[in-house]
């Protein structure tokens, strides 16, 4: 039945309620939208537009075993923690990036990465200078790297000597300093690199500056004899590659300390976590002078530390 002129579809009874409404919803939007509607639509950046392809805890700690930081030396985990805490400090010290007192963000980030790292790394290095049986430590770093590596440990912390193979400090860079690191003996400075017995001669050579001074260059002689081959002094290299560490110092005539967390290696005896090799320290343990070198094992740069610790 069709409507009669004028009347209304729906005082004619012609729509059920459910066409009534489909058409009512129909009209009542056709008069709602806009000719034309335009859109804005913003994206999160981190973690939507891009993320990074590993954590940011292991993105750091892959960098600072790049940087030269002994494999073994930190966890996962703990840089995780540790990266949490400086942030938050950080954002509270110096809000919004830095930005609210007047960093770059640049240096911001820096003051975090420095602020993760400082509380982890070993510091253990100044109390094997505290001896209580008389004999002295002297610490240095052999690595095969660059010359970058000395500003790289000052900035995590590690107060670190200027002396160098090739070049001498002069007395206003170390009258009166105490320093953590007595020496860095660097394939770049050498021109040679481990395994090769090269750059051990060179920092023994260092070493023997570091105990008779800058001065005493003939008795720096009688020292260095004395360090490379008879029994007061007793020579060890930590390190983490069987190939290069181990092979190196053992081929020089030193004692080896292998971080290898895994024990997948198998070589050498373990230390135990009690910081003891078969309850023994290191005088009982690691060859003096020209004796037969000896190879140990430890699950972290810390743990090889503690064995070394004055009793």
């Known amino acids: 039945m069709r409507p009669l002129p004028g009347q209304s579809a729906l005082a004619s009874g012609v729509f059920s309620p459910k066409c009534i409404a489909t058409r009512c919803f129909s009209h009542s939007a056709r008069k709602a939208r806009p000719e034309r509607r335009n859109l804005l639509v913003c994206f999160d950046a981190f973690g939507t537009l891009f993320r990074p392809r590993e954590s940011i805890a292991n993105t750091y700690l892959r960098i600072a075993y790049e940087c030269g930081i002994p494999h073994g030396t930190l966890k996962v985990g703990d840089v995780e923690k540790a990266f949490k805490a400086a942030f938050a400090s950080n954002q509270k010290t110096h809000p919004n990036y830095g930005r609210t007192s007047g960093m770059r963000t640049s240096e911001w980030w820096t003051k975090v990465i420095h602020d993760t790292f400082t509380p982890l790394l070993p510091l253990h290095l100044a109390a094997l200078r505290r001896s209580k049986s008389g004999h002295r430590v002297v610490t240095g770093v052999l690595t095969n790297s660059d010359d970058r590596v000395p500003g790289i440990l000052g900035s995590l912390g590690f107060r670190v000597s200027p002396l160098r193979a090739g070049y001498t400090p002069s007395r206003a860079e170390t009258d009166g300093r105490a320093f953590d690191i007595d020496f860095a003996a660097l394939s770049y400075d050498v021109g040679a690199a481990k395994p090769d017995p090269a750059v051990f001669r060179a920092a023994e050579g260092l070493a023997a500056r570091v105990v008779a001074g800058e001065e005493e260059v003939g008795r720096r002689r009688d020292v260095l004899g004395a360090i490379a081959g008879s029994g007061e002094w007793v020579r060890v290299y930590v390190g983490d590659e069987v190939a290069v560490d181990v092979a190196g110092a053992v081929a ?22 009690d910081g003891r090799l078969g309850g023994r320290r290191w005088p009982d343990v690691l060859a003096a002078g020209d004796g037969t070198p000896v190879v140990v094992r430890a699950k972290s740069v810390q743990n090889a530390l503690e064995w070394l610790m004055p009793s």
């Open 252 to 273: 020089a005539g030193w004692n080896a300390v292998l971080v290898d967390p895994e024990g997948a290696s198998g070589v050498g005896v373990e230390i135990g976590d």
